[in-house]
């Protein structure tokens, strides 16, 4: 028996259709994955499913779930009637969903007492139980904050799942994970399906979206591009720009070539050790860093890796040892690449006032803003929004302008892909390569995804997870790192 | 400003007009109707309105509109001048707090809690046993009362903005203080010290308003909003326009203040 059967759903903005109509069906046991970059409206999709779209958007077609059909964007109470107990919905980012002053087993319970009526006795007794499944037996009396990342998540999907709906629907379930946690939430989602239920995914994730398997929907600038069988639309994608996104996935990007870099050491850390809040992050680590040579750093989140970066650029001092730049630099040799982009710009700025002031203070030559502009294939048009106003790949390659206005030598990249989709992604990493290669540039990209890392980068410097020992400084030309 | 470029939205608009209307009055309204706050005339005592003065007469028979109108120039120039003082001391401390830290930021954290924990109009009346001249007492004490605002304000606003990544960037990128204070703090402290301020002026004149009325503020025979009322209070039987006037007037100022103040979201 089909779960859920959603016909011609479509989204309006006023009279701007920002979703085409689309169809879709989740059998049972048989997961949907609907794949699309940020803005392709794939969110827009399970919020009009689910009846939660903002009040200033429309939605039309019909949603039928077992016998019952309601109208989408018409019956919000009928819809509200169904959260948590036909369709449950596993939030973005999960921990920061859990009260944080109520304990795990409390929040857990209270899904069961209140959505599904449980007296409380009985509600905590299976919130035990239900934790217990997941391997968080112990955690039932701690608060959110005493739980890891990868167990808050777990605690969160408990509570969405208490209310005992047969669909889940996950909205970007491993948003911000490194591959590991991601692996980790797969397996859990696919459990869930265990008993016969339906299971739709909403991703820009290639690999989240290979391992959920099942029917594949992928969209863009809100139409439907391709569907099928995820492991058919892999192996064979149809549509161009299915097999561009496809191409672009990290593990099959083109092996860097190494560029002829002059190999000359622009930075060296010498036996540096690094602690926050007490704790040890990195100790008595030695790399160089060299023109024309990019150095991947990786490892799981909260190992470090942010830290060494502040360390190299001489923001974080050291605990022990000490980092060597070398003697011809000028104080702004070494810059910064943010993971947020919006964060690393004035907000209330228009992006041409700042380049301007940063050309100006470096003395840049006449025309340099448009040469760069042309070079990183950006509209000069961009110049008069601000920072909010521009797409995040656009802004990481202004941002990557904004830098190279300051003539550096050395360019510490803190994870500057991870909040963009698989395109975006390639671009401006391809373009950091070639800066690397006909700059002289030494980089250091910091990226929670080993794939990426491997294939761009010189010498790899790899992280082991949380606490301090450092699994082994293992690269292509072990010579450079240790 | 940006937040003043566009249109202001409504709520802001009608602050604005009335704050114009009271402040044109205070100004102009002397020059249209030429007279003297000061000159008594005891056979006009409580009399209604005139040629020569438009709203009408008080107990003394001095002209309720040349009254007035001083006493509009007099309560909000000494509301902006504390204001004034206040945030810029509050803004350059805060800053300071904020970039500094470590013991400077606590000892004027203490500072600012230990202000907190006086009654403000005490503190004013404490000032203004000290220091000679009443116009200048208030502008001192309330001075004192109003920078810890304007200082918790641009702390707060200053210490996130700084640990931004934004600031760190620009430091990176070899920008100086300055540019970074320009550019990126004080277009989040500025919308933030506009509201603060308009509230201020509002405190201040309220807090002259009431010392005034309880006969500590301002001395007869100067022109000056509470006093004026507490002068008028006995004869709100025989003379209810002449009380409602400065308390009208008052009113008015306040709600202006408090208009142009809020509405941000709006």
Same mark, same amino acid.
């Given at each position: 028996m089909t779960l859920l059967h959603a016909t011609d759903i479509a989204v309006f903005d006023g009279t701007n259709r920002l979703l085409d109509p689309v169809s879709v069906t989740l059998e049972p046991g048989e997961p949907l994955v609907i794949l699309g970059e940020t803005g392709s409206g794939k969110s827009l999709l399970a919020q009009a499913i689910m009846g939660t779209l903002p009040e200033n958007l429309r939605a039309e077609g019909q949603v039928r779930l077992g016998n019952r059909s309601l109208r989408a964007g018409a019956d919000r109470a009928a819809f509200r009637k169904l959260w948590g107990r036909e369709i449950a919905v596993l939030p973005q980012e999960p921990w920061l969903s859990l @009260?944080?002053?109520?304990?795990a087993g409390a929040q857990v319970a209270e899904a069961h007492r209140?959505?599904?009526?449980?007296a409380p006795a009985q509600a905590r007794m299976q919130a035990g139980n239900d934790l217990a499944a997941f391997g968080l037996g112990a955690a039932v009396a701690r608060y959110p904050h005493e739980l890891s990342g990868g167990m808050a998540q777990r605690v969160a999907i408990a509570a969405a799942r208490a209310g005992g709906a047969p669909i889940v629907i996950a909205d970007e379930p491993t948003k911000g994970l490194d591959a590991a946690r991601r692996n980790d939430v797969a397996a859990l989602l696919l459990g869930e399906l265990g008993q016969g239920g339906g299971l739709m995914v909403i991703t820009h994730d290639l690999a989240l979206a290979r391992m959920i398997g099942g029917r594949l929907i992928v969209l863009r600038e809100g139409t439907v591009i391709e569907t099928g069988l995820t492991e058919q639309v892999f192996a064979d994608p149809k549509a161009a720009y299915t097999r561009d996104l496809i191409a672009a996935d990290p593990e099959h990007l083109p092996a860097r070539k190494t560029g002829a870099g002059t190999g000359e050491t622009v930075l060296r850390a010498q036996g540096l050790t690094l602690s926050r809040r007490g704790q040890v992050l990195v100790e008595g680590l030695d790399l160089t860093l060299q023109t024309g040579r990019i150095l991947g750093i990786t490892g799981?989140?909260?190992?470090?890796k942010s830290s060494l970066g502040d360390a190299l650029l001489g923001l974080l001092p050291p605990d022990a040892g000490q980092v060597i730049r070398a003697?011809?630099?000028?104080?702004?040799?070494c810059q910064k690449l943010y993971q947020d982009p919006v964060a690393a710009f004035a907000r209330k700025r228009s992006l041409g006032q700042t380049l301007t002031d940063v050309a100006r203070l470096h003395r840049a030559p006449a025309g340099r803003i448009e040469t760069l502009l042309a070079r990183l294939r950006l509209?000069?048009?961009?110049?008069?929004?601000?920072?909010?106003?521009?797409s995040g790949g656009e802004l990481q390659r202004l941002a990557l302008l904004r830098a190279m206005l300051a003539q550096p030598r050395m360019l510490f990249a803190d994870e500057?892909?991870?909040?963009? @989709?698989p395109i975006t992604q390639r671009d401006v990493i391809t373009m950091l390569a070639d800066l690397a290669r006909d700059e002289g540039l030494s980089i250091a990209l910091v990226s929670h995804d080993a794939a990426l890392i491997d294939k761009v980068s010189d010498d790899v410097q790899r992280f082991a997870a949380q606490g301090s020992d450092i699994a082994a400084a293992m690269g292509r030309d072990k010579a450079m790192v240790a | 400003m940006t937040t003043f470029s566009n249109t202001l939205p409504p709520g802001r608009a009608i602050g604005a007009v009335v704050l114009a209307l009271m402040l044109g009055f205070a100004l102009v309204g002397p020059l249209l109707v030429p007279g003297d706050p000061f000159a008594q005339s005891l056979m006009k005592s409580l009399a209604g309105p005139d040629s020569g003065a438009p709203f009408g007469y008080d107990h003394l028979g001095r002209s309720l509109w040349h009254r007035l109108a001083h006493a509009l120039r007099l309560s909000p120039a000494i509301a902006l001048a504390a204001v004034v003082t206040a945030g810029a001391a509050g803004l350059v401390l805060g800053t300071l707090a904020a970039a500094r830290g470590g013991w400077v930021e606590r000892l004027l954290m203490i500072l600012a809690d230990a202000l907190m924990a006086l009654p403000g109009l005490l503190l004013v009346l404490i000032v203004l046993a000290i220091m000679p001249g009443t116009a200048m007492g208030f502008w001192a004490g309330l001075s004192l009362v109003l920078w810890v605002e304007f200082f918790r304000l641009t702390r707060a606003a200053t210490r996130s903005t700084l640990a931004s990544p934004a600031v760190q960037a620009a430091r990176l990128l070899g920008f100086r203080w300055p540019y970074v204070f320009r550019t990126h703090l004080w277009p989040e402290i500025a919308p933030l010290m506009l509201t603060a301020a308009a509230f201020g002026t509002a405190t201040a004149i309220m807090g002259i308003a009431a010392l005034g009325f309880v006969s500590v503020g301002m001395r007869a025979p100067t022109p000056e909003l509470g006093l004026m009322m507490v002068e008028l209070l006995p004869y709100w039987r025989e003379a209810p326009m002449a009380l409602l006037t400065p308390v009208l007037a008052t009113f008015a100022l306040l709600l202006g203040l408090t208009l142009l103040a809020g509405g941000q979201k709006a």
């Open positions: @009260d944080p002053l109520m304990r209140l959505v599904r009526g449980l799981p989140s909260g190992c470090g003697p011809y630099l000028p104080p702004t040799a509209d000069p048009a961009l110049l008069a929004r601000r920072p909010g106003a521009v500057p892909t991870s909040r963009l @989709d | -």
